[in-house]
Each structure stands twice: as C-alpha cells, then as structure tokens.
C-alpha cells in the first residue's frame, strides 16, 4: 500500500493518475469552476469535513440524496444495524415489501414497485417498460431535463422546436437516439401515435430549477392520454423531496410511471420505479420486459430508505419549507452584498441559483426552459463558487445544479458562515 495522503492536492494527483479525471461522476472534478475538489473525510447535518480538517457549510447534499443532514444517527444506525445482518443475500427481503409499500402508499398513480441501485436504472427501465407495454419506439423528452446516462436518454435536442435527438455522448451511437425526440421544457410537444412515452421532470431540477408553468403538466397528461403514450415523472430528485408525494402531488398530476433515487436511499444507491399493477406486471418476472439487478432492494439500501421516510411526515416538509425560504433570503442578501447579481428560484423546498446579467436581474424573472436557465453567467458561478469555498462554503462545482438544504441548515448555521463571505 502507498502512504496515506492527507491534502486535497495530493489526492487528487493521486486520483488523476488511477481514476479519470480524479473523479467517479464528471461534475466532481471541478472542471467548470476551476480549482481543486476537496475530498471528503466525513459529513454531520450541515456540515462536510475535507480530509484537510476544512469544515463546509454543505449546499450539495449529495445532490439531493441527503434529505435529513449528514450522517443523522436514525439513518447511520439503521445502516449499522442491517450491515451487522449482512449486506446482501440475493434473495428477498422484509424491508423490501415495506419500502415498496411506503412508495406505493405515499406516490400518485403507483400500485407497485420495483426497487434498482440508481435513478439512472430507474429511468432505463421505465423507458423500456413504456416501450414494451405500449409496442411504441418513440420516446420524448425535454432539453435540459436529465435522467441519468442510459443511452437513450443522452440525447441532445436543438432549441426551439422539438427536434430528433442527436447524440449527446460519444460512444452513443445515432441508432440509440434514433427515437427520442427532444422538445423545450414548458411546451407540450405534439405526439403521434409512435410514441410510447413522454418523460419528464416535473420540476426540472438539473438546469438550476426550473417549475413547471402553469399547465404544462397537465398539457403533457392530456397529450399522452390522447395519443395513448404514457406519461414518466422522473421524481429522481423531486420524490421525497417536495413532498410526501412529490410533484405528482404538488402539482396534482398523475402519472403512468414515476421514477425514484436519491432521497429514498438517504444516501445509499437506490432507485426505483412505479405504476398501476397492470403496467407494472409488464416487467419480468410476470412480463416480457427483462430487467434485473444482483443488488437491488440491498438491505443497506432500504435500511436507510425506511429510516428517512420515517421521518417525512407533512410537519417535516413544512418546516424544511420554511428552512429554504429563510436560506433563500440569506443567499440572496449574501451574493448582493458581495456585489453580484443573483436569481434565486425556489420551488417548495428546492432552491434554483441563476447568476448575473440582464434578463435575470429582473427580480421577477424566471426560467422557462434550457435556453434561458443557460443565459446563467457561469464565470459570475464559478467566482462564487470559489469564493464561498475560501469561506467554508459548499455550492455544488457547477452552474446548473439545485441548493440543497436540510433542516440541520438552521439560521444562525448559515448566517454564521455567510457573514463571514458578505464581510470580505
Ligand atoms: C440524479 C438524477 C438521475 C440519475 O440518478 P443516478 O442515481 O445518478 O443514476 C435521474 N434523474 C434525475 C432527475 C436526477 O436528478
């Protein structure tokens, strides 16, 4: 074994040389804002500890995946305890069924549920799933939404109207986007009878965030229902998050299929799909849609899962609710004071960042779609960034993702540290 390394430079040297860019998910490199990442020694509520011994005020959350705080102890105990029990058995297990009923009983429109190890597998099944229980190839999705990185879903769409994906990776070939159609969020594309199913975020959430407008959901709901296409929510950030029932319920919309990951797993790799029993006895084993995973509904996983959703009731999203305004505020008064300009978007209890320059120094501006969440000043991102992390303070490496907060991000804890930012 080579020596331990105890600085941020050093093990990313060391990482660069046996890891691609130093990093497991590209956005961890820094490569959009410049500088090292800190790597992470250990995590409490609020805070992330570097293995320098930095503290940071933490507004990534792993990405939305931590809904309660770091290592909150209802989650780190029950993870200890079905460790103690073994990790995974290939077989199936009790807190499989309570999970699955959790979901089933709290997400609208789902009677079933199949447990898998990432959103992304979430989504790649339920494009199959729709595919196959529909006999329909076309899939459509909207440009800045993200779902993962199956194939078919790394498609990049001109602006303005729904186009033919093109490909939106290397090593994606044009056959596997050859039937996905890419629409502008906030527009109800056109469907013909080819498409199988229109997959969306309800709150779009990984190009800052970006609400619904106001009938669009309910748009996409009739279109499907017209065109007999089903309608995927992809609530991989939004489930959990915004609610109990997640946008499904906050916007009142229900749909075909919706999908799940991050909060459901408290920070565990977890993902999930649901839907009626009859579109989901389409899947395998009772159906023809193949899919499968060694380490699906793992005990660790749903562990976790059971003790977060233990502690969502509606108190809880009412107080996180109010924990994000109060955030809002502070972050809006923080990047003023040190002279820049911001929009700060909030949508229940999820937290949009936009940077600088007209139109977006409109106070009651707001982004509809991709084009204008990409008028950001990502430079403006990247100077905040860098700043705020001399200061003690985690903003995610990139200009597009959410401010996540959790109840441990009280007041006094961020006006402490922003103080310290304004001041200098
Ligand atoms: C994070 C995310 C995914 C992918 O989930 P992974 O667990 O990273 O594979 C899919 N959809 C949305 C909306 C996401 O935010």
């Given at each position: 074994m080579t020596e331990p390394r105890s600085t941020n430079a050093d093990l990313f040297e060391a990482a660069q040389r046996v890891i691609p860019g130093g990093v497991?998910?590209?956005?961890?490199?820094?490569?959009?804002?410049g500088g090292t990442p800190y790597f992470i020694a250990r995590a409490e509520g609020p805070y992330v500890f570097d293995v320098e011994g930095r503290r940071y005020l933490d507004f990534v959350q792993s990405y939305g995946a931590i809904?309660?705080?770091?290592?909150h102890p209802a989650v780190t105990e029950a993870v200890a305890k079905a460790a103690a029990d073994?990790?995974?058995?290939?077989a199936p297990t009790q807190r499989e069924v309570l999970l699955a009923e959790l979901i089933a009983e709290a997400?609208?429109?789902?009677?079933q549920v199949r447990l898998v190890s990432s959103g992304t597998e979430a989504t790649m099944t339920a494009v199959r799933l729709a595919r196959g229980h529909t006999g329909r190839p076309r899939i459509v999705k909207f440009a800045?939404?993200?779902?993962?990185?199956?194939d078919a879903l790394l498609a990049a769409g001109g602006s303005g109207v729904a186009t033919l994906g093109l490909?939106?990776?290397?090593?994606?070939?044009?056959n596997a986007v050859a039937d996905t159609l890419v629409a502008p969020y906030n527009e109800v594309p056109e469907l013909d009878d080819q498409v199988a199913a229109v997959i969306v975020?309800?709150?779009?959430?990984?190009?800052?965030v970006v609400p619904p407008a106001p009938g669009f959901l309910e748009g996409l709901r009739a279109a499907c229902d017209e065109a007999g296409a089903l309608l995927i929510f992809?609530?991989?950030?939004t489930g959990f998050r915004l609610?109990?029932?997640?946008a499904a319920e906050r916007f009142g919309v229900t749909p075909d299929i919706a999908c799940f990951g991050k909060v459901i797993g408290g920070g565990l790799p977890i993902g999930a799909l649901g839907a009626s029993t009859e579109i989901m006895q389409t899947l395998a084993p009772t159906g023809p849609v193949y899919q499968a995973g060694?380490?699906?509904?793992?005990p660790l996983a749903t562990a976790a899962g059971l003790a977060v959703l233990d502690h969502l009731t509606s108190g809880f999203y009412n107080d996180l609710e109010a924990t994000v305004t109060a955030t809002a505020a502070q972050l809006d008064t923080m990047l003023l004071e040190a002279g820049y300009e911001a929009s700060i978007i909030q949508e229940g209890t999820l937290l949009g960042l936009y940077m600088g320059q007209p139109p977006i120094n409109d106070a009651t501006w707001r982004p509809k779609n991709y084009d204008e969440a990409r008028t950001t000043d990502e430079q403006a991102y990247a100077r905040v960034h860098a700043q705020a992390l001399d200061h003690g303070v985690a903003f995610?490496?990139?200009?597009y993702e959410a401010v996540f907060v959790s109840p441990a991000h009280t007041s006094n804890v961020i006006d402490e540290v922003l103080t310290a930012i304004a001041a200098t």
């Open positions: 497991n998910s590209p956005v961890r490199a820094f490569g959009s804002v809904i309660l705080g770091h290592a073994g990790t995974s058995y290939g997400a609208p429109g789902v009677e800045g939404c993200y779902h993962g990185h199956a490909s939106g990776s290397d090593g994606v070939p044009p975020e309800p709150v779009a959430a990984n190009m800052g992809d609530e991989v950030i609610g109990r029932g997640g060694t380490l699906s509904g793992n995610a490496p990139g200009a």
